[in-house]
């Protein structure tokens, strides 16, 4: 770009001085404080500015925004607040003809590096401006997805004979990549779940719905109805896992149980989950059995094991992220959870899943956290 003009900002004509500094060099063209702000075109190599003129904090302003040198040219405005601004040079009455081309020679060579400066300002100013929109609306969608991922938790917890449930769930941001269902299968059974999509955010959060949708819990023929044993319930899951072939979340984990809420029979499986704990009279203790991650292997088997519960018993399924508030938990179940939760077996459940939240937010959890609670 050539940067051939040089302004002259005043209520008289240009004077002399800068005519003969300009003269064989650049064109001086007079301008208005009024009309200034449309006559700063890319060709402007500086702007001299009348000491005398009316509105210099305006002229200024709008010199600075736009990357153009200013020159106060007499002693008018040397005193005067709100003129100590960056690219200002004040030069007496006095100043040579000579001494005003040195100026302005000076203020040409730097002329292409500031424009290039306004250029790249003004290009961050707007992709600020974008990022800015982009984040408003990545927020609301993530309010939206936040909204959706809740209607596919359950909307009441079910009642069935002497069985009750109790939930505490955090997600770490906007979504969760847990999910938790409790449903009633029948007039006398119960299913329950826990599970984790590795990772977070809504890759996470998508396959926990997709999780809803592909467990199956019952099979329907006709007027019959079979109820889906969790093992095979985890078998099916997971060869439908592994045949999405999903890139954006690997694997997940999860534990599946079905109680009888007449003989209090529990019947779980796991899928490289944490280990469900066991709360009685006798104490606390995890309910061991094996299983591998959901989505690794599309010949995975899994194992159903039945334990009997009595009344007063409670049983809890939890999710990693409540074991990452424990430090001394390795993520293979969990002395130091066992401990902690051993003391709250008396609880009201109310008041036990409060504790469990402000044991979370003690911890200052960073995962998403789920705790259920079936007590019988």
């Not at 300009?22 to 009309?35: F, P, Q």
């Not at 075109?41 to 500015?49: E, I, Q, R």
């Not at 929109?133 to 997805?145: C, F, G, P, S």
Request: glycine share 8%; net charge negative; aromatic share 6%.
């Amino acid at each position: 770009m050539d940067f051939q003009e040089i302004l002259w900002i005043g209520s008289s004509d240009a004077p002399d001085v800068l005519s003969q500094a300009a003269d064989g060099l650049w064109a001086v063209k007079s301008l208005s404080r009024e009309n200034l702000r449309s006559s700063l075109t890319g060709g402007v190599v500086a702007a001299v500015v009348d000491g005398q003129a009316c509105g210099a904090d305006e002229i200024l302003k709008i010199l600075s925004e736009a990357g153009v040198a200013a020159i106060i040219l007499g002693d008018g405005l040397a005193g005067e607040p709100g003129l100590a601004l960056a690219g200002v040079l004040h030069l007496g009455d006095n100043v040579s003809a000579e001494e005003l081309r040195i100026r302005l020679d000076s203020v040409a060579a730097l002329r292409p590096a500031m424009a290039r400066s306004v250029e790249e300002l003004a290009a961050a100013r707007s992709l600020a401006r974008y990022a800015a929109r982009t984040a408003d609306e990545l927020d609301e969608e993530m309010k939206l997805a936040s909204r959706l991922q809740q209607d596919f938790l359950p909307r009441q917890l079910p009642k069935v004979g002497s069985v009750r449930f109790g939930v505490f769930f955090q997600p770490a941001g906007f979504v969760s990549g847990d999910i938790y269902e409790t449903t009633r299968l029948d007039e006398t059974h119960v299913g329950f779940y826990v599970a984790d999509a590795v990772g977070h955010g809504l890759p996470a959060a998508l396959l926990t719905m997709f999780i809803k949708e592909a467990l199956q819990t019952k099979r329907i023929t006709g007027n019959s109805y079979e109820i889906v044993p969790p093992h095979e319930a985890l078998a099916q899951l997971n060869a439908d896992l592994c045949r999405q072939q999903l890139s954006m979340c690997e694997f997940c984990t999860g534990i599946y149980g079905i109680i009888d809420t007449e003989s209090l029979v529990v019947t779980m499986s796991r899928a490289g989950h944490p280990p469900a704990i066991l709360l009685n009279e006798a104490g606390a203790r995890e309910l061991e059995q094996p299983g591998q991650l959901l989505g690794i292997m599309e010949e995975a088997t899994f194992e159903s094991r039945s334990f009997q519960l009595s009344p007063g018993d409670r049983l809890i399924l939890y999710s990693d992220g409540f074991e990452e508030c424990f430090p001394k938990c390795d993520g293979h179940g969990c002395d130091q959870i066992i401990e902690v939760i051993k003391p709250l077996a008396e609880l009201p459940r109310d008041l036990f899943i409060q504790r469990v939240s402000e044991l979370v937010n003690n911890a200052n959890a960073t995962d998403d956290v789920t705790v259920l609670l079936t007590e019988v």
